[in-house]
């Protein structure tokens, strides 16, 4: 199979350049010019930017959580993703104490693989270690491909560890090669500041946020950095929020500390009003850490453009408004956390960020893309456009105007987050592995059709397949 992507600027993390595209098979064969047309398929690219696919390091599809299940799956949210522009998704594996880690990376590889219309990997949970847990690791890396482990500092009595926990796994991470992720909340406040709340009869969505304030976010990342800087080890800080947070990342990587930090769309451009919308819309827009007031939104933006954050996830996690939001009516804390952000994740950086001078071409795809697969052992499979490289490639229209909408977009949750708001550019032709699954806006890709990509420890990277003939 031969296809030439012809006419298009191509972006990079590093360039911008005209020149045309020769994929052959699954592969990247050659990037110039004046390639022989016989036999290929040709897709005219003019007037179009080419990206590679979107790396998004934060999803969760199928999770159970709040006593419900996240509304899109393997499926849907893969499809949504592709829509957006996204070909590679890390989803986070969720275990159980007490049991084999290697059930729940069975478990997600069940929900996964017949579904996933793009390529996928998995971050796992570490809740707590024992000698099992111990025992299993190394085989978790070397033989699953797993090479970044999750530890929650937050949600009490559910997901969270505590900071024994947290400190072992970046020892032992630093020891097999792999990197720690964080949700850095501190739970126990939380905890705390809820119940207070409750029993003060505040009950409605905004005091999720209210008894989640940035000073929980910034001790909590703090107290990462310093045990990451302890067990002279690598930290991954996911879905940063606030000023007090990006703070203590750059204060521990100025002093030298292996650490990173990722933020979110929904942080860059809705705030904590959005909490306060009458008849419970509020609940939409309840995630953890909570939506801040609107200065930090400027601070996010300048800690991408300086390199102080240095990726977008979507945290993808979605609830129907109806039927599952609605399970917090009159108790905040029943809400379930989260809200469908897969599909928008790549557009609104552009528009926002791109389109408005906040950000080059350059650094968009780094941060949708090239450093979260550099980060998590993919790179240059993932991530760019080289000789060599998997053709999972984005023809990016910059000129259309859209309004993002539950009624366009193509994941199964009842709602958009950012209903009504209007963005310029749009992923109008996409590639995985040198098959075309979105054309023209329309998905033309297969469920299963996805591979699970085993990844390389961290700092290493990805194993290329030998360079194809013309
Ligand atoms: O509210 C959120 N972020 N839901 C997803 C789970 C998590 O904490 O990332
Ligand atoms: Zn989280
Ligand atoms: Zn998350």
Redesign the pocket.
């Known amino acids: 199979m031969k296809k030439i992507i012809r006419n298009g600027t191509i972006v990079t993390a590093a360039e911008t350049y005209e020149a045309d595209i020769l994929i052959v098979d699954e592969q990247i064969a050659a990037i110039g010019k004046a390639f022989n047309e016989d036999g290929a398929e040709v897709i005219d690219a003019a007037g179009c930017y080419v990206f590679p696919g979107g790396v998004d390091p934060?999803t969760?599809l199928d999770m159970p959580?709040g006593g419900t299940v996240t509304r899109d799956d393997f499926d849907t949210g893969t499809v949504a993703a592709a829509h957006g522009g996204t070909t590679t998704i890390v989803d986070f594996c969720l275990t159980e104490k007490g049991k084999p880690l290697s059930e729940a990376i069975t478990t997600w590889h069940e929900k996964s693989k017949d579904k996933a219309v793009i390529d996928y990997s998995f971050h796992l949970m570490i809740g707590e270690i024992t000698d099992d847990v111990l025992e299993e690791l190394p085989a978790v890396i070397e033989q699953e491909g797993i090479t970044s482990f999750k530890v929650?500092m937050a949600?009490k009595n559910v997901f969270q560890a505590d900071d024994s926990t947290l400190f072992q796994t970046l020892i032992k991470a630093k020891e097999l090669g792999a990197l720690v992720m964080v949700?850095a909340e501190n739970g126990d406040v939380i905890d705390y500041l809820t119940k207070e709340a409750l029993a003060n009869g505040q009950t409605d969505p905004i005091h999720h946020a209210l008894t989640r304030p940035p000073s929980v976010e910034g001790e909590a990342t703090g107290r990462a950095c310093h045990l990451t800087a302890l067990a002279d080890s690598q930290l991954y800080v996911?879905?940063v929020t606030c000023e007090q947070a990006v703070k203590q990342i750059e204060e521990a990587r100025k002093a030298g500390a292996d650490i990173w930090g990722e933020t979110c769309p929904q942080y860059l451009v809705l705030d904590e009003e959005m909490m306060k919308g009458p008849d419970f819309e509020g609940a939409k827009y309840?995630?953890?850490p909570p939506l801040r007031e609107k200065k930090h939104q400027d601070v996010l933006w300048n800690a991408l453009k300086v390199g102080s954050l240095q990726t977008i996830g979507s945290?993808q996690?979605s609830f129907d408004f109806e039927g599952q939001k609605d399970l917090g009516k009159g108790d905040f804390t029943k809400i379930p956390?989260?809200g469908p952000i897969i599909e928008d994740r790549m557009s609104i950086l552009y528009s926002e960020g791109v389109a408005k001078g906040r950000l080059s071409l350059n650094q968009f795809v780094d941060v949708t893309s090239t450093r979260a697969a550099k980060l998590f052992g993919m790179h240059p499979k993932k991530g760019t456009i080289s000789v060599g490289a998997d053709a999972d490639v984005v023809i990016f229209d910059p000129s259309v105007k859209r309004t993002l909408s539950a009624s366009t977009h193509h994941l199964a949750v009842d709602y958009s987050a950012f209903e009504g708001m209007e963005v310029v550019g749009q992923p109008k032709t996409v590639l995985s592995r040198g098959k075309t699954i979105v054309d023209n806006q329309t998905f033309v890709g297969t469920n299963g059709a996805g591979q699970f990509v085993k990844r390389s420890k961290y700092g290493e990277p990805l194993k290329q397949q030998a360079a194809l003939s013309k």
């Open positions: 934060h969760h959580f929650f949600y949700h996911v879905h309840v995630w953890s945290d996690c956390n989260g």
